[in-house]
C-alpha cells in the first residue's frame, strides 16, 4: 500500500462527479470493497486540431495537419486509477530489479532524468562503442493495440496472482470495456458555455440528469474491442509499461546475446548493436513483439550505422531519437521542431498584434489612449527570458550535452520575434 498521498491531485476540470477531498479519497481508494463495486463514470472526450512538421522527401520543411484525441476521467474515478497505478508501479519496479531492466525502460517512471538525459545518454553509448549501428523501432497504434487478455495476465503476473482480486479486476475492466462522451455534443444538450464550462456549477450535471437525458439519450459509446485502452488515463502508462514486460525482457536477452543495449521508451525502442549483427536483431524482435499481438510500423524504422572518422563519428545518416538529432560528431534539436516552434510564434505574435489593432480601433474611437503591443507574455512563450518553454528547454539540452550546435541553432529565433515585432505587414 503507498505510504504517501502523492496520487491525489486537484484536477480543476468538470466532469459527472464532483471533486472530493483528500480524507474522502483515501476512504474511497483505500477500501477494496468499495472498489470492487465502484461504478465509474465516463471518459468525456474530444479532439483538439494540431499540426506536425515534417521534412519530405526533398528536403524541404512541410506542415501536415492532424486531430488529437484527448479524453479525461472523473474526479473520483481518477483518484482510483492513480492509486492503483501506484500500487502496481511498486510491484512493476520490483520486477524490473528481478529482471535487471532497471536502465532500459525508460519512460513513465520516477528516474530523476528527462528525455533530454536519454537521448544524450544513447548518443553518449554510440560515441563510446565508436563502431556500431542503431536500431530505431516504433509500434503501430500502440495504446489501441493493447490485448486485453494478455493485459490481464501480465497484471496478474505482477501482482504474483492467479487471477485478478476483485477491486484490481474492477479497475482493470474499466479500462478495457471503458465508456466516453464527446464534450462537445454533451455540452450542447446540456447547454454549458465551452468557453466557461464552469460557472455557477461544480458538475457537469446532477446523478438524475446523467441518467435520464446523458444515458437515456444514448450519448454514450462503449468500447467493444478486445484490445486498446484510452490513452491519457492515470494509469494508462503505467499498464503499457506491465503490458510489455515479457517483451522487454526477450528484447533485452536478444541484444545482450549480440553485444548490444536496449533500450525502450513507451512505443519508441532503440537497439545500439554491433553492425555485423543489426539484420538478426530486427529479425528476432520482429518475431517476439508477434507474441504480444502487436506490429512494428516499417516506416518508422530507422537503421543507422556510425564508425570512426578521426575523432569523431560519420553516420551514413543521422539518428532521431526522442525529438534529437546525432550524426556521429553533432548532438542537434529537430530541425521540424525548430520549424513548428517558429510557426507557433510567428501566429502568437499576429494573434497578439490583431486583438492589440482591434482594441485600438475601439480606443480611437472614443478618444482613449492606445494599447500598446504586450511583449511580456510573448517573451515568456517565444524567448530565452522565460523560465520554461522551447527556447529554455533547448538551452538546457545544450548544456546537458554539451552541444554548441543546439545553441547555434536557438540564436536566430530571438531575430526572428524581434522582428516579427517590427513587421507593420504581420
Known amino acids: 500500500m503507498p505510504t504517501e498521498n502523492n496520487w491525489y491531485r486537484n484536477r480543476g476540470y468538470i466532469h459527472f462527479d464532483a471533486p472530493v477531498n483528500l480524507k474522502k479519497a483515501i476512504k474511497i481508494v483505500t477500501s477494496p470493497e468499495t472498489i470492487s463495486t465502484h461504478a465509474f463514470y465516463p471518459l468525456i472526450h474530444y479532439t483538439i486540431d494540431s499540426f506536425k512538421v515534417f521534412k519530405n522527401e526533398h528536403g524541404k520543411i512541410e506542415k501536415k495537419g ?34 535487471g531492466l532497471g536502465g532500459n525502460i525508460i519512460a513513465f517512471r520516477s528516474l530523476g532524468k528527462s528525455n533530454i538525459h536519454f537521448a544524450n545518454d544513447a548518443f553518449e553509448e554510440i560515441v563510446r562503442r565508436r563502431s556500431c549501428s542503431a536500431i530505431a523501432i516504433d509500434i503501430t497504434g500502440f495504446f489501441d493495440n493493447l490485448d486485453h487478455q494478455l493485459l490481464k495476465q501480465q497484471w496478474s503476473n505482477v501482482l504474483g496472482v492467479e487471477k485478478l482480486p476483485t477491486d484490481h479486476f474492477n479497475v482493470f475492466r474499466s479500462v478495457t470495456r471503458y465508456s466516453k462522451v464527446n464534450r462537445d455534443t454533451l455540452y450542447t444538450r446540456l447547454k454549458i458555455s465551452k ?23 444514448k450519448l454514450i459509446q462503449v468500447h467493444q474491442d478486445t484490445k486498446g485502452i484510452p490513452q491519457g488515463s492515470p ?40 553492425t555485423a549483427y543489426k539484420d538478426l536483431i530486427q529479425q528476432e524482435i520482429t518475431e517476439e513483439i508477434v507474441k504480444v499481438k502487436l506490429e512494428i510500423n516499417p516506416k518508422k ?13 560519420k553516420a551514413n545518416k543521422p539518428l532521431q531519437y526522442l525529438g534529437f538529432i546525432f ?48 511583449k511580456r507574455k510573448l517573451y515568456e512563450r517565444y524567448s530565452h527570458l522565460s523560465k520554461r518553454n522551447f527556447i529554455t528547454y533547448g538551452y538546457r539540452a545544450s548544456g546537458i550535452m554539451n552541444s554548441n550546435a543546439i545553441r547555434k541553432q536557438l540564436k536566430p529565433l530571438w531575430g526572428r520575434l524581434r522582428a516579427e515585432f517590427e513587421d507593420e505587414n504581420s
Open 66 to 99: 492532424k486531430q488529437r484525441p484527448i479524453a479525461y476521467a472523473s474526479h473520483v474515478d481518477s483518484h482510483i486509477y492513480a492509486y492503483y497505478a501506484q500500487l502496481l508501479a511498486e510491484k512493476y519496479e520490483g520486477a524490473l530489479k528481478a529482471e
Open 195 to 217: 468557453n466557461n464550462p464552469k460557472y455557477d456549477r461544480m458538475r457537469v450535471c446532477t446523478a438524475d440528469v446523467f441518467r435520464n437525458v446523458v444515458r437515456a439519450g
Open 235 to 274: 494509469i494508462s502508462a503505467l499498464l503499457s509499461n506491465l503490458y510489455m514486460l515479457s517483451f522487454d525482457v526477450a528484447a533485452k536477452q536478444i541484444s545482450e546475446k549480440y553485444e548490444g543495449t536496449y533500450y525502450r521508451y513507451c512505443d519508441d525502442m532503440l537497439f545500439i548493436v554491433p
Open 301 to 313: 524504422t530507422e537503421v543507422r550505422d556510425f564508425w570512426p572518422s578521426g575523432a569523431h563519428l
Open 327 to 374: 550524426d556521429g560528431t553533432h548532438k542537434l534539436l529537430r530541425s521540424a521542431a525548430l520549424a513548428k516552434f517558429s510557426s507557433r510564434m510567428k501566429a502568437g505574435v499576429r494573434l497578439a498584434k490583431k486583438t492589440r489593432n482591434k482594441a485600438n480601433q475601439q480606443e480611437r474611437e472614443a478618444g482613449s489612449k492606445e494599447t500598446p503591443l504586450f
